[in-house]
């Protein structure tokens, strides 16, 4: 079954910039996807008409058997819920502790106290981070504060993870330990969609490539390779 | 809603504050100002309209009878004048009390009014009151029409200037306020802006998880309402206390008997409720109207 299904998608921002034309994508439940090409070739626009923080201009996106370009303003939040994001800069509140940033997202959709707690610690388990549960953002590695952005990700128990760039901000040896994250929450049967520049990993962990250029896919291959000089 | 949700949004909105400390203490200073400046204003306001409606309350009419008027024609005369629609007060002063009032208004010389007790000059005459002070003209006209008044006096000119110079100070007190309640709430909206703008990145968090736009507003609405009578409670002190030092002075200081400011209570307390409701008011509202440009990601 498809979980993601792209339909002739375009996008034109406001002032003109046509980022993505005439997309048509397939994804099914439990892949694990790259997407890569040039910078401003319409990688972050791919990735964000999928968690609707853009609409596309024209054509159909439907996730989880929802329309999400038609999607009320008001359904969005409760969509979102489906969907885990990670960034390259993380985003983690830097006041909230660990086990606080994690508890947002469970507390957000009004989860219980009994059902936070247990579940925060089994993901703060998952991602190795259990003994830093006190720690603030700032005291930890660039490494551990992905992690943590990752748990954060997770906690909802997602049917997708889109990954922008996650591993923008680390050195090649923490790099490889995110994506080593990113494929155990894979073989637990979570989609994961991931842009990157990242030929190392791409290259050798051998995975599903969508390549986007100049707003087309370039390229759509099982097990493909990086394919750029960068 | 849940009550663990609503008890999470207070304690969210308590906590916010501490957490944005500086921001905290930058909006409910705005608050603080502002209110004070309006406190001082609503007291003075108030004391004015007090004070114009003591003058305007001793605006009266006075009705005077033919010297010879005999019992019966008093009788009916208080009887028309009491039936008469606009009339709040009727009072009647018999020629005996007249003739006390007018030595006494002569002080020491009142002496020279001795002896006229035989052969009272006085007539007997009713002082009338308007129900309200505006209507003390019409009300004149219609008692110079009732059967044995002799003479109606009140003083017309006067009357009008006052009710003139009573109609503007009224309007530019309200105007006043007016105007200051507005730059209040947009001093306060700004400043509380700048607190949320720091705070986007929270909010662009909050959308990418999953927040419903209500869910996020909560806490802030919190907070903003906890802003308003944080900076109320100052001005409050300030006012109160500055107030009863101040009646206090003119009553024993100056012993102005004619300054006759309102009573500490109930005003201390109507003053107090208008400055936390308006302090509440607008720290929820500049919140909630900065908060409303970042909901929408």
Redesign the interface.
């Given at each position: 079954m498809c979980l993601i299904e792209m339909q002739d998608v375009w996008k034109t921002y406001p002032n003109g910039t046509v980022a993505l034309q005439g997309i048509d994508v397939h994804i099914k439940g439990g892949e694990f996807v790259y997407v890569v090409g040039p910078s401003g070739a319409g990688k972050s626009t791919f990735i964000k008409l999928m968690?609707r923080?853009e609409k596309p201009t024209k054509g159909e996106i439907v996730i989880n058997g929802s329309h999400i370009s038609r999607l009320k303003e008001?359904y969005i939040?409760?969509?979102?819920?489906k969907i885990g994001?990670v960034f390259q800069d993380f985003?983690l509140?830097p006041?909230l502790t660990v086990y606080e940033n994690v508890a947002?997202?469970m507390?957000?959709?009004?989860a219980?106290?009994k059902e936070i707690k247990p579940r925060v610690m089994e993901v703060l388990e998952l991602v190795r981070l259990k003994h830093k549960a006190r720690s603030l953002p700032d005291q930890l590695s660039g490494g551990e504060q992905q992690r943590v952005a990752i748990a954060?990700a997770i906690v909802?128990n997602p049917d997708l993870i889109i990954a922008d760039e996650p591993t923008g901000n680390l050195d090649p040896e923490t790099s490889m330990d995110i994506m080593e994250t990113l494929l155990d929450i894979n073989k637990r049967g979570t989609t994961v969609i991931m842009a990157t520049h990242n030929k190392e990993i791409v290259n050798n962990v051998r995975k599903r490539v969508i390549a986007i250029e100049a707003g087309r896919i370039a390229r759509d291959e099982q097990k493909g390779e990086y394919g750029y000089e960068d | 809603m849940k009550t663990s949700t609503i008890t999470r949004h207070l304690r969210e909105g308590f906590k916010n504050l501490g957490r944005n400390g500086w921001m905290t203490f930058a909006s409910v200073s705005a608050v603080t100002i502002t209110l004070l400046i309006l406190g001082v204003f609503l007291l003075l306001a108030m004391n004015i309209q007090h004070l114009v409606q003591t003058v305007e309350k001793q605006v009266e009419i006075r009705v005077s009878l033919d010297v010879t008027a005999d019992q019966a024609t008093v009788k009916k005369v208080e009887g028309e004048l009491k039936k008469l629609s606009d009339a709040a007060e009727v009072t009647f002063i018999p020629k005996a009390e007249g003739l006390q009032n007018l030595k006494k208004s002569f002080g020491e010389k009142g002496v020279l009014f001795n002896g006229l007790e035989k052969e009272n000059p006085l007539p007997d005459s009713f002082i009338v009151k308007a129900k309200t002070p505006q209507q003390t003209g019409s009300l004149a006209q219609k008692i110079q029409k009732v059967n044995g008044v002799k003479k109606v006096n009140y003083a017309e000119q006067t009357t009008k200037k006052l009710f003139a110079i009573t109609d503007v100070v009224r309007l530019v007190i309200i105007a006043f306020i007016i105007a200051l309640a507005f730059t209040a709430m947009f001093l306060i909206a700004n400043t509380i802006k700048l607190t949320i703008v720091a705070r986007r990145h929270e909010i662009e968090i909050m959308k990418l998880v999953g927040a419903t736009n209500g869910f996020i507003r909560w806490p802030f609405f919190v907070e903003g309402a906890l802003m308003g009578i944080l900076g109320a409670l100052l001005p409050i002190a300030i006012l109160t206390f500055g107030y009863a030092y101040l009646t206090d002075f003119v009553e024993q200081q100056l012993a102005l008997y004619f300054l006759n400011l309102l009573p500490m209570y109930p005003l201390a307390l109507q003053i107090s409720l208008i400055l936390l409701g308006i302090g509440a008011f607008i720290g929820v509202w500049g919140s909630l109207m900065s908060v409303r440009r970042f909901l929408r990601i």
């Open positions: 968690y923080e008001r939040p409760h969509m979102r819920r994001v985003k509140l006041k947002f997202a507390e957000v959709i009004e219980s106290k954060r909802n | -």
